[in-house]
């Protein structure tokens, strides 16, 4: 149980266009979910938390124009990198937890790899 | 504000000697704290938490890790390593607050040798 997708697990795209990569909580519903950005050989920063039906909250210094986040469903979530340029391309994870009471951890998807031409 | 420290980048150990990967954290209210594993490419997978209760956690794949509230430090430990232990881990800390949040350290590569 506690499965999380990411939808694609990689992509490459030209710099300008934007892309959407899909987080899904396959077996469970997902109050909230995270997305963190992961750059080489280093930890995994929080870019932003989101609950289903409400805006997404930012954490400082990420653009929340640049990276549009819709929570629309308890088992779905997008992160949209909008206008993608090569600065952007990294390892983009997304997390989700349940809610359930006695059930804190953060459940993972396998990752996305953007990478921006 | 919280924060995690792995203080070594790297550990190598030889297959079948003990293992232990350092984490001390730091945060205002009760930890709550967490130990992923990380393969390459794939996303993280969960091996054990402390919320309260017995200092000694048992998580997966025959992982242990140690509460020190005196030493903030939880540190991960398997008495046998295996050459598949080899992988990222990451230690992780969060105060008992409502947003979830995570903190994760720098991450330590695991290298188990045959």
């Known amino acids: 149980g506690a499965v999380v997708s990411q939808h694609p697990s990689w992509v490459i795209c030209k710099s300008g266009t934007s892309v959407k990569i899909e987080c899904r909580s396959l077996d469970f519903q997902a109050t909230t979910m995270f997305w963190y950005r992961q750059f080489p050989k280093q930890s995994l920063m929080l870019m932003a938390t989101?609950?289903?039906?409400?805006?997404?909250?930012?954490e400082q210094g990420v653009e929340k124009d640049k990276f549009l986040i819709n929570h629309a469903s308890l088992t779905l979530s997008t992160l949209t990198v909008t206008s993608a340029h090569p600065e952007d391309s990294s390892f983009y994870i997304c997390?989700?937890?349940?809610?359930?009471?006695?059930?804190?951890?953060?459940?993972f998807g396998p990752g996305t790899r953007l990478t921006v031409l | 504000a919280q924060s995690v420290a792995q203080p070594e980048d790297q550990v190598n150990v030889a297959e079948g000697n003990p293992l232990t990967v350092k984490c001390t954290y730091s945060?205002?209210?009760?930890?709550?704290l967490f130990w992923y594993v990380q393969y390459p490419n794939r996303g993280l997978q969960f091996l054990l938490k402390y919320i309260t209760g017995d200092n000694l956690v048992k998580g997966s794949y025959g992982f242990e890790a140690e509460f020190n509230k005196s030493q903030t430090s939880f540190h991960l430990k398997k008495p046998s390593a295996l050459v598949s232990d080899s992988a990222l881990y990451f230690c992780?800390?969060?105060?008992?607050?409502?947003?979830?949040?995570?903190?994760f350290g720098a991450g330590t590569t695991v290298t188990v040798r045959a």
């Open positions: 992780a800390v969060r105060d008992g607050g409502n947003d979830y949040k995570l903190s």
């Open positions: 997390s989700a937890r349940t809610g359930f009471a006695g059930v804190d951890e953060q459940f």
């Open positions: 945060v205002s209210g009760n930890p709550y």
């Open positions: 989101s609950n289903e039906g409400s805006k997404a909250t930012y």
